[in-house]
């Protein structure tokens, strides 16, 4: 009977950790429910791709707050393709995001954003750009060490050339 009642209390205790975390992420989206819809993707625009994982988006300057509205906190593998158009997030089992070049504010090389933290310095590409008033980071992690300075360099140049 013991036995039961611990099998049984642990249960209760991991559905009201797993009911409060849910609880949590739908404040959150109705707090953020304002946020405008993001630009439609292109079908045109062709870049070079990265390989590597989409991390999350966050309010700039502040990497423990993710935004959980049009899927932007979602958590995905994902090619990213600089052009001249702007940067696209083609993400697997999440929509695709798009970030138009007169968007972008900056880049920067980063250790962490919210769901990730490497153990070297420079291990995620955070891109910052503003939509709809709002300043947002978004962090992409390279499959390959390499192409972060790449990245880097190129999204640079696309900044450098708009402004």
């Not at 062709?46 to 300057?61: D, F, I, L, N, Q």
């Not at 502040?62 to 997030?89: C, K, P, Q, T």
């Not at 499959?143 to 300075?149: H, I, N, T, W």
């Amino acid at each position: 009977m013991r036995t039961v009642l611990g099998i049984l209390a642990t249960l209760v205790v991991i559905g009201a950790g797993w009911f409060a975390m849910y609880r949590g992420w739908r404040n959150r989206q109705a707090r953020q429910s304002g946020l405008a819809p993001l630009p439609s993707v292109p079908t045109d625009a062709k870049g070079t791709r990265t390989e590597g994982v989409y991390v999350a988006t966050t309010t700039a300057g502040d990497w423990m707050d993710r935004i959980a509205v049009h899927e932007l906190g979602v958590r995905s593998n994902a090619d990213l393709a600089v052009s001249e158009a702007g940067l696209i997030f083609h993400r697997q089992g999440a929509a695709d995001v798009f970030i138009p070049a007169d968007h972008l504010t900056g880049v920067r090389t980063d250790r962490g954003i919210a769901g990730k933290v490497t153990a070297e310095a420079s291990g995620l590409v955070v891109v910052t750009w503003n939509h709809d008033g709002h300043e947002l980071d978004t962090g992409f992690r390279p499959r390959r060490k390499a192409d972060s300075a790449t990245l880097t360099d190129s999204i640079s140049t696309l900044i450098g050339a708009e402004q």
